[in-house]
């Protein structure tokens, strides 16, 4: 993992964090999977313990690094609901989950992500989406609509390694990524920042239905 000098500032000032994670953040660097890593992970969990959340929803989740970091940061009765296409992503998050101590907090579904969420009735006190770029613009609809009032609204990715700034915007992800932005910071129902840590999270609290 390349860290740019700001980076490594802040990872050095940040306080130790669970060997599991560490553990999770090796393999994926050896085997070049993509992670928010420990910077964001630590944003999450922040906001997180900020707003008491009890109720996670993961537009994606890989094998579960920041599910682990929403659960090391969250009540013994928080509920964490995964969701990936792979089973051995599935089978990987578990393996961790278990070492960590925080499995019973976490249902991991094989699903498509935007169905799952479909499917959950509670209202959700965070939902973090990191999906195909292309879909973005669905999964801000969709979760909205699932968020409850002063939830938050998390999503990956939202500089898309500077194509954002391109007067060339022809692939779908890129798109996806732009128009996920404007939804962000045109739709009244939420406020939304961009902190442009890593690859850019926006952060959107939801105002009103």
């Given at each position: ?192 920042i961009l902190i442009p840590l890593r690859d850019g999270i926006t952060v ?6």
């Amino acid at each position: 993992m390349e860290l740019t000098k700001v980076e490594q500032y802040l990872f050095n000032v940040s306080p130790n964090y669970d060997e599991t994670l560490r553990k999770m953040e090796a393999y994926a660097e050896n085997t070049n999977f993509p992670i928010v890593g420990p910077i964001v992970g630590n944003v999450l969990g922040f906001y997180a313990r900020l707003i008491g959340a009890r109720r996670i929803f993961e537009l994606g989740s890989g094998f579960g690094y920041s599910a682990l970091w929403f659960a090391l940061s969250t009540a013994e009765d928080a509920q964490i609901i995964c969701t990936d296409l792979s089973k051995d992503n599935y089978e990987r998050a578990l393996l961790h989950f278990e070492q960590a101590g925080v499995i019973d907090k976490i249902e991991f579904k094989i699903q498509d992500a935007l169905d799952a969420l479909r499917e959950v009735s509670d209202k959700q006190d965070i939902i973090f989406n990191d999906i195909e770029k292309r879909d973005y613009p669905k999964a801000f609809e969709l979760a909205l609509e699932k968020l409850r009032i002063g939830g938050l609204l998390i999503t990956d990715n939202t500089l898309w390694h500077g194509k954002v700034l391109s007067n060339k915007h022809e692939d779908e992800s890129t798109l996806g990524v732009l128009r996920y932005n404007e939804l962000a910071f045109s739709d009244e129902r939420v406020h939304s920042i961009l902190i442009p840590l890593r690859d850019g999270i926006t952060v959107s609290v939801k105002i009103s239905d």
